[in-house]
């Protein structure tokens, strides 16, 4: 009796041990890995395809795309990687990749297969951001970039063509003021542009209108705050004067800027590329793109854009599956698929310059955009655009002279960067 | 299991025990334990990945030197005072008339109620349409239809604050008017009865019977209710957009600790706000039932 359990839970035991190994063989055989993004229907089904399509051309490999609602992305990863759960492959928004770092939650890019050199040859040169250390720790699929918005109807009813929209920052007053209309008691019925600091706006002075004017928003090393000058304060001026004298404008109106434009009651407005989708589906808006208007000749863009980059946890084939599949979403194939399926503007200069997507209508302005756009090296991007909604609204609200509120913005945003490179 | 020689009591009290036991356990561990964590967390310098550092007082020191926790502190106090003050005022005014209103009564009362039960968001969402210029804003639209100048509104420093508090006031009597006509039906008709007898004008019976009798009432909203003003996020955030704007003048504690803990990872810093709020809380709390609770 005793000899029979024995032998028993021997070949119980002995069986138990085959079936790991085996386990582990087919494991060894097929190799999964979990790819991180935030939840947006189009850029979930562009990945699903992506996903298929790479698991065809690399049978030992699997991917399981994982979801997760934007407003809790952050947090969820922050506390998954560091545990070694969660994604191998992760979507992140460029700014944040100075604190991903500092939590160690990425491993750089596998040299072999990602060559500085032929990075910075193929993508635009905004990219260079993802470079620490002299290695790359992700690359994007796609970039965004801002460009002017009109209405064509109501630039049409102010007596403008509507097919030749405004070049210079000038001829942008004078064509909203012409489109601006009030009632009797001065109230504003329609803006000739749209004021609105928690949508592109702050962008747009940060990185256009104040190199425009001559200044530069921050040092090259990215630690110092150079707004604080002749050309800052000329740059929110002009900004804020939109409202207070030339009055073609209100923030709030309709609620905000997006609102405002896809209503009809906005002829200008400056928003991104990533607008494009919703405002084709808007019934009964006939619009156009154009590049930002230029001054003294100077034509600047902001430009953004979510990266993917490798986590600690891929380790082994887990980390050569990561890479070669890092490898595919970034690939020319699919930056194409991403431009059709979600609306976002290839990463790679070639791709982006093929005539179908440069010579576009709606597609060529952000395109052409690309060429001279800087992407702000943000410590905490929401706390950097309070200070620029603060500086404009101590302007516009509080009446401060606007030399002021710029020397404000600055000290605050140096508090900042400071804390952040103090740590 | 259990010992046939328990008394009948003691069984009893060990299956009270048992059943309670869950909630116990459920209220340590998702309530108590985090609790005690976040007195812990204030001590600490933690970016909610990595390691919690010690740094002893330094968050508190931070708070206390930091303007911008002056400027909350001081916007958390309006919402309380100016909340309270109105909607008790309110919500009494409309539950002493509204009890002795016999007809459509219930649907008097339904009506008031419907705001509590609605979801904050979507209202916040409604009145700050209300609160927009022309052309789309229903205030401004009422006030340039009799001839009076736009008002801002949710973009003015000075009205923000009041323009926010309006449908938090507005959703929260319809629980007050509720708990005020129980507290009034509670007194006992004969001390009314008596003080028509004795010829009591209605100024007299109302400060003299109704408003002592309505004590314990009173105390259990103020109680409550500060309570409910002084947590204030949820219209906040909503009508503004999750910005506490413009320029801070709107913003609460509680969205400050928000902004700290989830949009700053500054976790130790964030503790140390609801350490604060939990002692602001407390000691409000104790002393308004020390002031109001004295037994006559």
Same mark, same amino acid.
């Given at each position: 009796? %005793?000899?029979?359990?024995?032998?028993?839970?021997?070949?119980?035991?002995?069986?138990?041990?085959?079936?790991?190994?085996?386990?582990?063989? &087919?494991?060894?055989?097929?190799?999964?890995?979990?790819?991180?993004?935030?939840?947006?229907?189009?850029?979930?089904?562009?990945?699903?395809?992506?996903?298929?399509?790479?698991?065809?051309?690399?049978?030992?490999?699997?991917?399981?795309?994982?979801?997760?609602?934007?407003?809790?992305?952050?947090?969820?990863?922050?506390?998954?990687?560091?545990?070694?759960?969660?994604?191998?492959?992760?979507?992140?928004?460029?700014?944040?990749?100075?604190?991903?770092?500092?939590?160690?939650?990425?491993?750089?890019?596998?040299?072999?297969?990602?060559?500085?050199?032929?990075?910075?040859?193929?993508?635009?040169?905004?990219?260079?951001?993802?470079?620490?250390?002299?290695?790359?720790?992700?690359?994007? $699929?796609?970039?965004?970039?801002?460009?002017?918005?009109?209405?064509?109807?109501?630039? %049409?009813?102010?007596?403008?063509?509507?097919? %030749?929209?405004?070049? #210079?920052?000038?001829?942008?007053?004078?064509?909203?003021?012409?489109? $601006?209309?009030?009632?009797?008691?001065?109230?504003?019925?329609?803006?000739?542009?749209?004021?609105?600091?928690?949508?592109?706006?702050?962008?747009?002075?940060?990185?256009?209108?104040?190199?425009?004017?001559?200044?530069?928003?921050?040092?090259?090393?990215?630690?110092?705050?150079?707004?604080?000058?002749?050309?800052?304060?000329?740059?929110?001026?002009?900004?804020?004067?939109?409202?207070?004298?030339?009055?073609?404008?209100?923030?709030?109106?309709?609620?905000?800027?997006?609102?405002?434009?896809?209503?009809?009651?906005?002829?200008?407005?400056?928003?991104?590329?990533?607008?494009?989708? &919703?405002?084709?589906?808007?019934?009964?808006?006939?619009?156009?793109?154009?590049?930002?208007?230029?001054?003294?000749?100077?034509?600047?863009?902001? #430009?953004?854009?979510?990266?993917?980059?490798?986590?600690?946890?891929?380790?082994?084939?887990?980390?050569?599956?990561?890479? %070669?599949?890092?490898?595919?979403?970034?690939?020319?194939?699919?930056?194409?698929?991403?431009?059709?399926?979600?609306?976002?503007?290839?990463?790679?200069?070639?791709?982006?310059?093929?005539?179908?997507?440069?010579?576009?209508?709606?597609?060529?302005?952000?395109?052409?955009?690309?060429?001279?756009?800087?992407?702000?090296?943000?410590?905490?991007?929401?706390?950097?655009?309070?200070?620029? $909604?603060?500086?404009?609204?101590?302007?516009?609200?509080?009446?401060?002279?606007?030399?002021?509120?710029?020397? #404000?913005?600055?000290?605050?945003?140096?508090?900042?960067?400071?804390?952040?490179?103090?740590? | 299991?259990?010992?046939?020689?328990?008394?009948?009591?003691?069984? +009893?009290?060990?299956?009270?025990?048992?059943?309670?036991?869950?909630?116990?356990?459920?209220?340590?561990?998702?309530?108590?334990?985090?609790?005690?964590?976040?007195?812990?967390?204030?001590?600490?310098?933690?970016?909610?990945?990595?390691?919690?550092?010690?740094?002893?007082?330094?968050?508190?020191?931070?708070?206390?030197?930091?303007?911008?926790?002056?400027?909350?502190?001081?916007?958390?106090?309006?919402?309380?005072?100016?909340?309270?003050?109105?909607?008790?005022?309110?919500?009494?005014?409309?539950?002493?008339?509204?009890?002795?209103? /016999?007809?459509?009564?219930?649907?008097?009362?339904?009506?008031?109620?419907?705001?509590?039960?609605?979801?904050?968001?979507?209202?916040?969402?409604?009145?700050?349409?209300?609160?927009?210029?022309?052309?789309?804003?229903?205030?401004?639209?009422?006030?340039?239809?009799?001839?009076?100048?736009?008002?801002?509104?949710? /973009?003015?420093?000075?009205?923000?604050?009041?323009?926010?508090?309006?449908?938090?006031?507005?959703?929260?009597?319809?629980?007050?008017?509720?708990?005020?006509?129980?507290?009034?039906?509670?007194?006992?008709?004969?001390?009314?009865?008596?003080?028509?007898?004795?010829?009591?004008?209605?100024? +007299?019976?109302?400060?003299?019977?109704?408003?002592?009798?309505? +004590?314990?009432?009173?105390?259990?909203?103020?109680?409550?209710?500060?309570?409910?003003?002084? +947590?204030?996020?949820?219209?906040?955030?909503?009508?503004?957009?999750?910005?506490?704007?413009?320029?801070?003048?709107?913003?609460?504690?509680?969205?400050?600790?928000?902004?700290?803990?989830?949009?700053?990872?500054?976790?130790?810093?964030?503790?140390?706000?609801?350490?604060?709020?939990?002692?602001?809380?407390?000691?409000?709390?104790?002393?308004?039932?020390?002031?109001?609770?004295?037994?006559?």
């Amino acid at each position: 009796m %005793k000899r029979f359990t024995r032998r028993a839970v021997g070949s119980a035991l002995a069986a138990i041990c085959a079936m790991g190994l085996w386990s582990g063989a &087919a494991r060894a055989q097929a190799v999964e890995i979990e790819y991180w993004q935030y939840t947006f229907p189009q850029r979930v089904q562009a990945m699903d395809e992506l996903i298929k399509r790479f698991e065809a051309a690399n049978p030992g490999i699997k991917v399981k795309q994982v979801t997760v609602p934007y407003d809790d992305f952050r947090v969820k990863i922050a506390a998954a990687v560091p545990a070694g759960q969660g994604p191998d492959v992760v979507q992140l928004f460029y700014g944040w990749l100075q604190d991903y770092l500092k939590a160690k939650m990425l491993q750089p890019l596998p040299a072999e297969m990602f060559n500085a050199a032929d990075i910075e040859k193929e993508f635009f040169p905004s990219v260079k951001q993802m470079k620490v250390g002299g290695q790359y720790y992700a690359l994007p $699929t796609s970039v965004r970039s801002l460009a002017l918005f009109w209405n064509k109807k109501l630039v %049409k009813e102010a007596g403008l063509d509507p097919e %030749k929209p405004p070049q #210079t920052l000038d001829e942008l007053v004078a064509a909203a003021e012409r489109a $601006t209309k009030r009632d009797a008691s001065g109230n504003l019925l329609q803006a000739g542009i749209t004021i609105d600091m928690l949508g592109q706006d702050h962008h747009w002075i940060r990185e256009v209108l104040i190199r425009q004017m001559g200044g530069k928003p921050y040092s090259p090393d990215n630690r110092k705050v150079t707004y604080n000058d002749a050309a800052g304060i000329k740059a929110v001026a002009w900004y804020t004067d939109l409202v207070a004298r030339h009055k073609v404008g209100e923030a709030g109106f309709m609620t905000d800027g997006v609102t405002a434009f896809r209503s009809n009651r906005a002829a200008f407005t400056i928003d991104g590329s990533f607008r494009l989708a &919703a405002l084709d589906n808007q019934k009964g808006l006939d619009y156009a793109v154009a590049e930002l208007p230029a001054q003294d000749g100077k034509r600047f863009n902001f #430009t953004s854009y979510w990266v993917n980059g490798i986590t600690p946890k891929a380790t082994g084939a887990k980390r050569e599956a990561a890479a %070669k599949f890092l490898k595919f979403i970034t690939s020319p194939e699919a930056q194409e698929l991403w431009l059709e399926k979600v609306g976002e503007l290839p990463a790679a200069v070639a791709v982006a310059n093929k005539p179908a997507i440069a010579g576009h209508a709606k597609y060529g302005p952000f395109v052409r955009g690309l060429a001279n756009a800087e992407a702000t090296f943000f410590v905490n991007e929401s706390a950097q655009r309070k200070v620029f $909604t603060d500086m404009v609204d101590a302007v516009l609200i509080k009446k401060q002279p606007v030399a002021e509120a710029v020397a #404000t913005a600055a000290a605050e945003e140096q508090k900042l960067i400071d804390g952040f490179f103090g740590n | 299991m259990v010992p046939a020689r328990l008394s009948l009591s003691a069984r +009893r009290a060990l299956w009270a025990w048992a059943f309670l036991a869950v909630p116990i356990v459920f209220y340590v561990t998702i309530r108590l334990y985090p609790a005690v964590d976040a007195f812990v967390m204030s001590f600490t310098n933690w970016n909610i990945v990595g390691t919690r550092a010690f740094n002893g007082l330094d968050n508190y020191l931070r708070l206390f030197g930091d303007p911008r926790f002056w400027t909350v502190l001081r916007n958390t106090f309006v919402y309380l005072g100016a909340g309270l003050v109105v909607s008790m005022g309110l919500a009494f005014a409309v539950a002493y008339h509204l009890d002795k209103v /016999r007809f459509g009564h219930g649907f008097l009362r339904a009506l008031y109620f419907v705001p509590h039960i609605t979801t904050a968001v979507a209202m916040a969402w409604v009145w700050r349409w209300f609160y927009q210029p022309v052309p789309v804003g229903l205030f401004n639209d009422l006030l340039v239809a009799v001839g009076l100048p736009q008002q801002p509104f949710l /973009r003015s420093t000075g009205q923000a604050l009041f323009a926010i508090l309006a449908p938090a006031v507005w959703a929260g009597i319809g629980f007050q008017i509720v708990i005020f006509l129980a507290g009034l039906k509670a007194i006992p008709a004969h001390y009314y009865e008596a003080a028509a007898l004795d010829g009591a004008g209605p100024w +007299r019976v109302l400060f003299e019977i109704t408003l002592p009798l309505l +004590r314990p009432t009173v105390v259990f909203l103020t109680v409550t209710s500060s309570i409910a003003y002084l +947590r204030i996020f949820d219209y906040v955030y909503a009508m503004t957009l999750g910005t506490g704007g413009p320029l801070d003048s709107t913003k609460p504690i509680v969205l400050m600790i928000f902004e700290t803990a989830f949009k700053n990872f500054e976790m130790g810093y964030a503790a140390a706000q609801t350490v604060v709020l939990f002692l602001i809380l407390l000691a409000i709390s104790l002393l308004q039932l020390r002031l109001m609770d004295r037994r006559p």
